[in-house]
């Protein structure tokens, strides 16, 4: 019989392997531009830029952010910034860059003006490739025609709008106060400027939210055509964020009726022809993100899924994540740390951790079971040979002893049930070899 608490257990969502409460302060800022002076050249590198303000705090969270009423510690923060972009671009130099992802907090709040000469610098510093993917955070409050043409000018394709849900009372209890039709003149609008890739993110579990009301706003998603949807399940964590303290506990829904949202919700994007990527993303199936899942190279990095295939990703600004060959790399998360670090010229580099061989089959394991459901032993020996084999006896061992029937073994391979699908995280977490001993909490599994 299913044990639903067994099921519910807190895991990690995997969008690193060691997770980050591994990452250790062993790792500074030499062996960081060591680790980047190391890459080979034709190395494809994935920016990822973080900007963490925003105008308003919204009660649900739980990114790295603060809220400001005055923009001149955004122009400071500007300052550190392309300080530190044109540090790590002399590093990195003629390597290819092939994407790049503005992220936050909101990075829509930056002016006009900055956002045309942040990304100029941006582009002298790096090696832009011509059909980099450029996709930049909006928050739909943020945004006027002034800064949807310097957003456009500064090179967009994709933009990634949040939604969260459109109920006034559920908008009321997390403080995020965003009509559909303010929406959708932000999808219109870049439209218009010729972005061609539009991603809204929407939430289950949120406050006073129900199954239909999930479904009312998914089809409010869906109407505004999006070619990707991120719908996530709200972490609830006031120990981390104690903004989150805002939101009554009494009205946030139970274990069950999140699950029932997560299922509703995900029926109104399959049933309107989108492709559902790993557990909480869809595409249309003309968008990368389901040609990556439908080939087999979709991958999982702090942003969740992507579809962006890189032998790098480096992490700019405070708090930031990386990911070299070498291992996990993570800036300094305070924003004045930050600022004085890059500005008295010492790294921001604060932690990160080294991977060992067991830590890079198990990372690769996790990641295709995340994102494909399945993993294949054949294809891990090939790719680790001796290494692969106490991974692949954990995931035997989990099939052998799995009452809830999450995963199967087929020859040669793991398998993840339908039933499983929505838990693929826990299923994932079998293969984890720090978990045991991890005192870390982590957000619900669903
Ligand atoms: C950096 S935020 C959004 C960017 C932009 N500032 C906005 O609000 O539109 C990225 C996304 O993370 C998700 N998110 C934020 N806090 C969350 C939480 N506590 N649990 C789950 N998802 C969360 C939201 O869906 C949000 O749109
Ligand atoms: S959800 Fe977006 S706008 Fe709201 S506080 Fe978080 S980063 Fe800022």
Redesign the pocket.
Known sequence: MTDMSRLLKPVPRYTSYPTAPHFHKGIGPEQYFGWLAALPPDAHVSLYLHLPF?DRL?W????H?KQVNRYDPIAVYLEALTTEIRTIGAIVGERPVTAVHW????P?MMTPEDIVAVNQCLRTAFRLTPDAEFSV????NDMDEERFDAWSFAGMTRA???V?DFDPKVQQAINRIQTFEHTKGVVDAVHKRGVKSVNI???YGLPHQTEAGAVETARQVRSLGPNRV?L??????PWM?KH?TMIDENYLPDAAERFRQSLAAAAVFTDGGYDRIGFDHFAMPDDSMAIAARTGTLARNFQGYTADRHDALIGLGASAIGRLPQGYVQNVVATHEYQRRILAGEGALERGVGLSEDDRVRGYAIERLMCQFELDFSDLRHRFGAAAEPVIEDAISFAGDDPDELAYLLPGRLMVSDKGRPFVRTVAASLDAYLAEDKARY?KAV
């Open positions: 925003c919204c649900f969270c739980g990114c952010t992220g936050g907090g909101s829509s955070e909006l928050d739909p990634s709008i949040g969260q993110d929407m939430l991120a996530f399940g709200y972490a609830h964590v964020k989150q957000s």
